[in-house]
């Protein structure tokens, strides 16, 4: 794990020398594991990559929050501080499945994530 997350701040680098100057509250980072079709066994824990993802410097950060591969990650922020100004864009609709959610489960996949980031943003 080590390594990825080396090999990953580089690219951290990277991405903010191109960001450099450019308004934060206008910039929105994406993190996913790809919309393909298979089981995704072998995407990384959100818990490995999430304080790498906070360095990029953003306005907010997406990510999946609603497949049923890392819907479960949400407990990542009760050990994690969203920085001050800083906000998440969590994905509250699945988008691999021909099932549409209902809007209550929706709503609790937002209510969720807004109880455990309320006193960060």
């Not at 809007?103 to 609790?108: G, K, M, S, Y």
């Amino acid at each position: 794990m080590e390594d990825y997350l080396a090999f990953t701040r580089i690219r951290v680098e990277a991405l903010n020398h191109a960001l450099r100057g450019l308004p934060q509250e206008r910039i929105r980072f994406h993190l996913c594991w790809g919309s393909w079709h298979g089981p995704h066994t072998t995407d990384i824990e959100f818990r490995h990559l999430v304080r790498t993802m906070l360095e990029i410097d953003a306005g907010a950060y997406s990510f999946e929050g609603a497949n049923a591969r890392h819907e479960h990650e949400w407990r990542v922020w009760e050990d994690v501080e969203l920085p001050d100004g800083k906000l998440i864009v969590p994905g509250v609709v699945g988008h691999a499945t021909n099932v549409v959610e209902h809007p209550e489960l929706v709503a609790d996949r937002i209510e969720r994530y807004a109880r455990l980031v309320a006193g960060s943003a």
